[in-house]
C-alpha cells in the first residue's frame, strides 16, 4: 500500500522529476506530481509524492519538511483524503426551492399567488 504525502509552498521551478529525485533519498517513490494551473500551464507550488511504505513516507517527511528549496521553506505532510465536493457552484442536488417558512416569502403560485 502506497503512503500519499502533501508538499506545498514548492517554488515554481519544481518539476516533476526533481521534486521525485529528492524523495528517491528516503526511498521507492511510486509517483510525484506538481500540480498545474490549466490556463497559465504554471505550477500551483504544491504537489503529491506517493511512497511505498509507511516507514519510508515518515523518514522523508522527517528529513524534508522545512527544508530550504530555491529559498522557500516547503512544507511536507501526510496527504489528507479529498473531501466530497458538491455539484455546480454549491447549489445542492435538489436545485431551487422556495423558503421553508409559510409566513414569509411569495408563496409556490404562479404569477402572484400565494401570500404576500
Do not use: H, W
Request: net charge neutral.
Amino acid at each position: 500500500m502506497s503512503i500519499k504525502i502533501y508538499v506545498g509552498n514548492l517554488p515554481y521551478s519544481v518539476t516533476d522529476s526533481s521534486l521525485e529525485s529528492n524523495f528517491a533519498e528516503f526511498g521507492n517513490v511510486s509517483s510525484a506530481k506538481v500540480m498545474m494551473d490549466r490556463e497559465t500551464g504554471r505550477s500551483k507550488g504544491f504537489g503529491f509524492v506517493e511512497m511505498a511504505s509507511a516507514e519510508v513516507a515518515q523518514a522523508a517527511i522527517n528529513g524534508l519538511n522545512g527544508m530550504s528549496v530555491d529559498g522557500r521553506s516547503i512544507v511536507v505532510n501526510l496527504a489528507r483524503p479529498r473531501e466530497e465536493r458538491s455539484g455546480a457552484g454549491g447549489y445542492s442536488a435538489a436545485g431551487y426551492s422556495p423558503a421553508k417558512r409559510s409566513d414569509i416569502g411569495y408563496g409556490t403560485g404562479g404569477y402572484g399567488g400565494g401570500r404576500y
